[in-house]
C-alpha cells in the first residue's frame, strides 16, 4: 500500500500529468482538497473507489483514513492542487506516515505561477532584466513567516516575485515594494488560472490595489511583481541561438568540428 501525493496543477483538468491521472484512476481511496481542486479531476477515479473532499476535514481526520486504507491494503491518490512541494502542506502529513511505516510517493504537477505565466502569455525570465523567480507569500491569518523571509528583503532582488496568500493584503504590496521597483512597476493578478473563470488583472504598483478591489477578488488569486511583466521591452535576445556564440550543439559556420584521434 501506498500514499501518492499527486499535483493536480493549478486547476484546468487537462494539465495533470499523465501519471497523475493514471493514478488516481486506479487507486480505490482518493482523497482531495475540494476547495482548490476541481471535481473534475477526482472523476477520473474508480466508479467504486472512496473519494473524500478533505477540504472540512483536520490532519487527524485525514490520517485516519489514510490509516484505515493502510489496514486494508489499498493505495490512497492524496490529491493537492498545483505542485505539492509548494505550500502543498505535505510536510506534516509525511510526518505522520513516516511514524507509522506508512510508504509514500510524491508525484509532481503544474504550479500556479507556470500556469499564470501562460495565461499572460510571457516568460517571466528576460535577459538583463529579470534572472530570478521568488516564490513567497504572506502571512495573514496563516502560518507566519520565518525571520528574514520579507518583501522588503525581497524586493532588493528586484527579482520577479510571485506572491501566493496575498490578494487580501494588496496595500502592504504596494508600500513594501514601491521603493525598490518604482511605482510603475508592472504587477499582474491572476485569479484561478486555468480555471474557466479565470480572470487576469494588469496594473503597476500605483494603480493595481484599485483594480483588484474593483472587481471583487478576494482569494484564490496570484500576485506577480517585477518588471518582467511589461508587455513591451526593449531587451537583448539571449546567448542561447546567438550565432556569434558558439557551443558544441552548435559550432561556428564555416569552422569544422575536429573529430577526436581514436588511433
Known sequence: MTVYFIGAGPGDPDLITVKSRGLIERCPVCLYAGSLVPEA???????????????????????????AAHARGQDVARVHSGDPSLYGAIAEQIRRLRADNIPFEIIPGVPAYAAAAAAIGQELTIPEIAQSIVLTRMSMQSTGMPEGETLDNFGRTGATLCIHLAIRNMRAIERELTPHYGEDC?????????????????????????KVRAEKITRTALVMVGPALAEGHDFVDSALYDPTKPHVLRPVVGVDLIEPNNT
Open 41 to 67: 479531476v477526482v472523476a477520473f477515479a474508480p466508479k467504486d473507489a472512496i473519494v473524500k473532499d478533505t477540504a472540512a476535514m483536520t490532519l487527524d481526520d485525514t490520517h485516519a483514513e489514510i490509516k
Open 186 to 210: 508592472p504587477v499582474v493578478v491572476i485569479y484561478r488560472a486555468s480555471w474557466p473563470d479565470q480572470i487576469i488583472i494588469r496594473g503597476t504598483l500605483k494603480d493595481i490595489r484599485n
